[in-house]
Structures are given as structure tokens and as C-alpha cells.
């Protein structure tokens, strides 16, 4: 079916009408493929015309002249339980020769789900008038699976929103930039967001939304609170959403679960980019052995096509808490000691062990050895080996942060910094700058350090630091694994930080493949220090550096033996023991220089 353009006339509306159609199952879509050049073809819509509203919902728009080719639109309808009719209608701007054409209409999943002869288990549910049977996570959803209501209705209302009558009982998060937005029909921004609400499946319905227009930047954030629930009783219980992301510059959708009041929780599930324009549900598995809060948080893209759609939120086998959550206190890392210490006679120049009361010299903190009986005098220090598995950072922390913030988690955003990622984590393409595994596990579940490079701007730096060590031993080294992918990748030093005073040990810049590379940064003898990673920012987000496996290696200093030395060993000056194979060997073995200077 093809409009040529013949009259000059400045408007004309060309309408093509479908048959009425009773209804349509959940799942229904439709596909046409149409055509539209000419220089100035006009404007082409699909609209809805549902039996009982007076307004149409547009569904489908073509805006411009899309070239000398056929392009394929899919419309998603829904469960739609009224007749209803569809119309094509074009537009002509009365100043061209252009021709508009249509070819291949299809309806596709558009019956309701056949009757079943029976409906057993505890994974089904039999409808009730149409003797459907389906899934039982379907059930209690603000969805008309059945095409009888009967899965919808005897629901707690208290652990469902559709947004038609507000928020129900979510929250906005007074922490993050702004807020989401309720809305009936389309956005106001063209080539994004939605046209219509997913409940009702017309522009009648309400929904969410996040607008990505001015004032709004890049990264800023919009968290939507759900109210609070009990561990579930039977171990896990579903949330199920229906989210809409639609827009060349269409960000990210990020749900979080948290145990605690006062950090934005840990990860479920997340989601990057252009979706296409259609309603999409979700469906997560919940489970906590303490009470527990969802966050919804939608992050702004680069440019106002990036509005972001939520809808028909409900949760299956949760039941509401009614209590708060506890909060923690955001102490500094690797620096909090107990509020008590046990009775001692130490000075103020001795570390206490906190077991004992035992007195040691305050050099022997942080010195890579255990001196005390409970290990105690390493507790609040780097460890040895950190491979992060765990989601453990091993005592590194980040002192501008901390500075900024005490719980940046929430606080801070936008800035260059140091996190925590694994490969399983990663969005669609990131995996050409950020490592798709790490090095420890060699698998996407394993974790490593790296500085995302999506935040902050060229030139910016990240430092994250040990607490200070106070004394290591002449062969002491660090040896870590570093990933240097990507087009813009910045560069990344190790750094030595003594009081005011820093010098750089070792750098490396520009992309360096895509594959885990092993560093080693001789230390040796140094007293009251910090090590510091530092990652400089490239000329854009194409550039993560990241970090894995650091080891500091025979770092503990040197222990005067109680005895004197052996004959296989060298007794240096200041009466360490070392073996005589290390004279000579252009290392300080001895920390005094004594094993390279001795008496011929």
C-alpha cells in the first residue's frame, strides 16, 4: 500500500484504518515495514483508538524522510482487554513529489494463552475462567496474563505500583541529584522515552520517568526507595519490574539491595544504553537474612535522548518490615582501633597489643611480622597479598575521598576514583577498556581494582594509598598484575609517600594490550611510609586502568637472632645475620651497607 503525492494543496492527511479487534494477550506485538523519501515527505503516526477513551494513544511516529529504503517498525500493544482499532495516518507538506508506502503487516503472540486439561505444581497457576495454565512468578504482577484477571486478583496492593494513583509506598531518595518524574502519554523530548504506560497500554496510563534534558548532566543520578521488607521466609522472593530505555543516549538502569540505611547496597542487576521503544520486564530473585530495602537508580547519558521509563512494580513472597534499617559508622579505612585498650603500662611511644596489654616498639606496626600473640600490630595494615576476592580491599583506601566524604558510596559522584568491578559486571562493549576477567580467578566473577574512567575529565588522578608502614626489609618488593586497555587509556604510577615528601617508583602509560601484565617495584629498606597507586584519566572514558594480585614480597625487615651467626652466614654491623651467599651482590642485605663493603 503506497501514497503518491498529486495535489499542491499546504495539508493532507492520508488514513488507513485496521479491522476491530476484541483484544490481544500480554505479549502482543506489531511489525510493519514502510517506506518514506522525498525531500520534504512529512510526518507519518500509528495511533490507537480504544473503545471507551476519547483520546487516541500514539504508538508509532516517522518524523522525516528516512532515505530510498525499507525500514521495519515493531510496536509493542500489550494486553490490551477492550475492542480496539489501529490508524495509520499521514502527513503531506503540500511542497514535494514524495511517496510513503507500507508492506508486510504482522501481529505476532496476539491470542491469549490456550486452555490447559490440567495445571499441576507448584510452579503453575491455573487460570481461572479462561483454564489457562502459566507460570506462577506471573502471578500478582499488574499484568492480565490470563485474560481473565484471575492471576491479578486477591494480590496484597501494599507490594504492588502501577503509578496510576502516585508512588504507592516507594520513596524518593533525598540523597541523589533529583527526582523521577510521574507522567501520563510521551516525554516531552522526541526519540526517547516512552509513549504510553505500561499498565493500561495508552496514553491514559501512568509511569516514571527520568528526564535526561538540561538542567541534568552527565552521571547525575535518580534513586527511587521501596519500602522495607523481611528477610523472606522461604529464602528468596521476586521483584519484578518493567523498565523502558529508549534514546541514542540512554545511560544506565542499576538496581541495589541494601541491609543498612546509609550506603547505597550492593548490585542486583543493571542495565546500559538504548533498549529500543518498547516496555521490557524484569524479574530478580531476593534473598537476605536480614531486613532489606531496594534501590531503583537511573544515571543520566551524555545528551537529552536519554529519558528513562519505569513501570508495574510488584514484589511475590515478600512481607513488609516494620522497623528501620540500622545505620554504620564510616570510620576511616585501616585506621579505627578499638575504643579500649587492656590495662598496660606502655608509653606513648609503644603500640599495646590488644589481647595481652604486651608493650612493643611502635616501629614494629606495620612492619610486615606479627610481634604480637593476637597479630594485633598488623591488623590495621595493608595485607600481604590482596586479590580483592570478597570485595575485600585489603586495607587500601582512598584518601581524597575520605577527605570529601566519609561514606562516598552515597556522596560522592561524578569523580575519578578507584572501585571494585569484575567482568560479569560489565555493560555491552566495555569489555574493550576494562578487563572482561580478572587475574586471580581468570573468570568474569572474579574481582579486581580499577579507575573508572566514565567519571571525571582529562587529567584527573586517583590515589588509593596503604596505611603507613612503618619499616620494611632490604629485599622488600611489590609485585601486582595491571590492565592497560583502551583507546584513551591515561597512565598509572606507584608512588612513595614519606610525610610530606613523594617520589615516583614506577609508571607506565598508554594502552598496553588486552591481556592481565605483571609489575615489580623494588622497595627496600624504608621506615614510616605509604605506597600510593595513582591513575591519571585519559582524553575519555575509553581508557580503565585496573589492577590486580598485589603482593608485597619479603618485606618483613630484618630479626637479630638471639644466638650468634652461623658459619654459613655473614654477621653484618649492626649484628643481623644474613646468608654469606648475599655479599657482594649489589643488594643492602645487611640495612647498613655493611654486606657490600667488607674487609678483604
Known amino acids: 500500500m503506497f501514497i503518491l503525492k498529486k495535489s499542491n494543496s499546504i495539508s493532507q492527511v492520508a488514513q488507513l484504518r485496521s479491522p476491530k479487534f476484541r483484544h490481544t494477550g500480554s505479549n502482543c506485538t506489531l511489525s510493519f515495514w514502510y517506506y518514506?523519501?522525498?525531500?520534504?515527505?512529512?510526518?507519518?503516526?500509528?495511533?490507537?483508538?480504544?473503545?471507551?477513551?476519547k483520546q487516541p494513544t500514539v504508538l508509532w511516529?516517522?518524523?522525516?524522510?528516512?532515505?530510498?529504503?525499507?525500514?521495519?517498525?515493531?510496536?509493542?500493544?500489550?494486553?490490551?482487554p477492550h475492542p480496539f482499532q489501529l490508524s495509520l495516518d499521514k502527513i503531506s507538506l503540500g511542497f514535494y513529489d514524495g511517496v510513503s508506502a507500507i508492506d508486510d503487516i504482522t501481529f505476532e503472540n496476539c491470542a491469549l494463552p490456550p486452555p490447559a486439561l490440567s495445571c499441576e505444581g507448584p510452579n503453575h497457576f491455573w487460570c481461572t475462567d479462561t483454564k489457562a495454565?502459566?507460570?506462577?512468578?506471573?502471578?500478582?504482577?499488574?499484568?492480565?496474563?490470563?485474560?481473565?484477571?484471575?492471576?491479578?486478583?486477591?494480590?496484597?496492593?501494599?507490594?504492588?505500583?502501577?503509578?496510576?494513583?502516585?508512588?504507592?509506598?516507594?520513596?524518593?531518595?533525598?540523597?541523589?541529584?533529583?527526582?523521577?518524574?510521574?507522567?501520563?502519554g510521551p516525554t516531552p523530548t522526541v526519540n526517547t522515552g516512552p509513549l504510553k504506560d505500561h499498565t493500561t497500554g495508552t496514553a491514559r496510563g501512568h509511569y516514571l520517568y527520568m528526564e535526561s534534558s538540561k538542567p541534568y548532566q552527565f552521571q547525575d543520578k535518580a534513586v527511587l526507595l521501596s519500602p522495607l521488607f523481611n528477610p523472606p521466609s522461604n529464602g528468596?522472593?521476586?521483584?519484578?519490574?518493567?523498565?523502558?530505555?529508549?534514546?541514542?543516549?540512554?545511560?544506565?538502569?542499576?538496581?541495589?539491595?541494601?541491609?543498612v540505611s546509609n550506603i547505597k547496597g550492593w548490585l542486583l542487576w543493571y542495565k546500559f544504553g538504548n533498549q529500543g521503544n518498547r516496555w521490557i520486564r524484569q524479574t530478580l530473585y531476593i534473598s537476605s537474612s536480614k531486613p532489606f530495602q531496594i534501590l531503583v537508580k537511573g544515571t543520566v547519558g551524555d545528551g537529552f535522548t536519554g529519558d528513562i521509563g519505569l513501570d508495574d512494580m510488584s514484589f511475590l513472597g515478600?512481607?513488609?518490615?516494620?522497623?528501620?534499617?540500622?545505620?554504620?559508622?564510616?570510620?576511616?579505612?585501616?585506621?579505627?582501633?578499638?575504643?579500649?585498650?587492656?590495662?598496660?603500662?606502655?608509653?606513648?611511644?609503644?603500640?599495646?597489643?590488644?589481647?595481652?596489654?604486651?608493650?612493643?616498639q611502635m616501629i614494629q606496626k606495620c612492619d610486615f611480622r606479627p610481634d604480637c600473640s593476637d597479630k594485633s600490630d598488623e591488623s590495621a595494615c595493608v595485607m600481604e597479598v590482596c586479590n580483592f576476592e570478597d570485595r575485600n580491599l585489603c586495607g587500601w583506601y582512598q584518601p581524597a575521598l575520605e577527605e570529601m566524604s566519609g561514606n562516598y558510596?552515597?556522596?560522592?559522584?561524578?569523580?575519578?576514583?578507584?572501585?571494585?568491578?569484575?567482568?560479569?559486571?560489565?555493560?555491552?562493549?566495555?569489555?574493550?577498556?576494562?578487563?572482561?576477567?580478572?587475574?586471580?580467578?581468570?573468570t568474569e566473577e572474579g574481582w579486581y581494582l580499577f579507575a573508572d574512567s566514565s567519571n571525571g575529565e582529562f587529567g584527573h588522578t586517583a590515589d588509593i594509598a596503604t596505611p603507613v608502614i612503618s619499616l620494611t626489609g632490604p629485599k622488600c618488593k611489590i609485585v601486582f598484575w595491571n590492565h592497560m586497555n583502551?583507546?584513551?587509556?591515561?597512565?598509572?604510577?606507584?608512588?612513595?609517600?614519606?610525610?610530606?615528601?613523594?617520589?615516583?617508583?614506577?609508571?607506565?602509560?598508554?594502552?598496553?594490550?588486552p591481556q592481565w601484565n605483571r609489575a615489580e617495584v623494588f622497595l627496600g629498606i624504608r621506615s614510616n611510609f605509604q605506597v600510593v597507586f595513582r591513575a591519571k584519566r585519559g582524553v575519555s572514558y575509553m581508557g580503565d586502568v585496573a589492577v590486580d594480585d598485589i603482593t608485597f614480597e619479603d618485606c618483613s625487615p630484618l630479626l637479630i637472632p638471639g644466638r650468634p651467626c652461623t658459619s654459613e652466614e655473614f654477621t653484618?654491623?649492626?649484628?643481623?645475620?644474613?646468608?654469606?651467599?648475599?655479599?657482594?651482590?649489589?643488594?643492602n642485605d645487611c640495612a647498613d651497607n655493611s654486606d657490600e663493603s667488607p674487609p678483604i
Open 572 to 587: 653484618c654491623a649492626n649484628k643481623y645475620c644474613i646468608p654469606k651467599d648475599n655479599l657482594c651482590d649489589f643488594v
Open 36 to 53: 518514506n523519501y522525498g525531500h520534504s515527505v512529512g510526518a507519518a503516526e500509528m495511533q490507537l483508538f480504544v473503545d471507551g477513551l
Open 133 to 184: 495454565c502459566i507460570d506462577s512468578s506471573l502471578v500478582c504482577d499488574l499484568v492480565d496474563n490470563c485474560g481473565d484477571g484471575s492471576d491479578e486478583n486477591n494480590c496484597n496492593p501494599d507490594l504492588q505500583c502501577n503509578f496510576e494513583n502516585g508512588l504507592c509506598n516507594w520513596e524518593q531518595d533525598v540523597e541523589d541529584d533529583f527526582d523521577w518524574i510521574r507522567i501520563q
Open 486 to 513: 583502551g583507546s584513551t587509556i591515561g597512565s598509572l604510577e606507584v608512588l612513595c609517600k614519606t610525610g610530606n615528601r613523594t617520589s615516583k617508583l614506577w609508571t607506565q602509560s598508554g594502552s598496553q594490550g
Open 409 to 442: 558510596s552515597i556522596h560522592i559522584t561524578n569523580v575519578f576514583k578507584w572501585e571494585l568491578g569484575r567482568g560479569a559486571n560489565l555493560y555491552p562493549g566495555q569489555e574493550k577498556h576494562c578487563p572482561l576477567i580478572d587475574h586471580t580467578t581468570y
Open 236 to 259: 528468596t522472593c521476586i521483584f519484578c519490574f518493567h523498565y523502558h530505555m529508549f534514546g541514542k543516549q540512554v545511560y544506565k538502569l542499576s538496581v541495589f539491595q541494601r541491609t
Open 61 to 80: 511516529r516517522a518524523y522525516y524522510n528516512e532515505g530510498d529504503q525499507w525500514l521495519k517498525a515493531v510496536i509493542q500493544l500489550g494486553r490490551l
Open 318 to 360: 515478600c512481607t513488609l518490615y516494620n522497623g528501620n534499617l540500622p545505620t554504620i559508622s564510616t570510620t576511616t579505612s585501616g585506621t579505627s582501633v578499638p575504643a579500649t585498650l587492656p590495662m598496660n603500662n606502655c608509653t606513648e611511644k609503644e603500640f599495646v597489643c590488644r589481647a595481652s596489654g604486651h608493650c612493643i
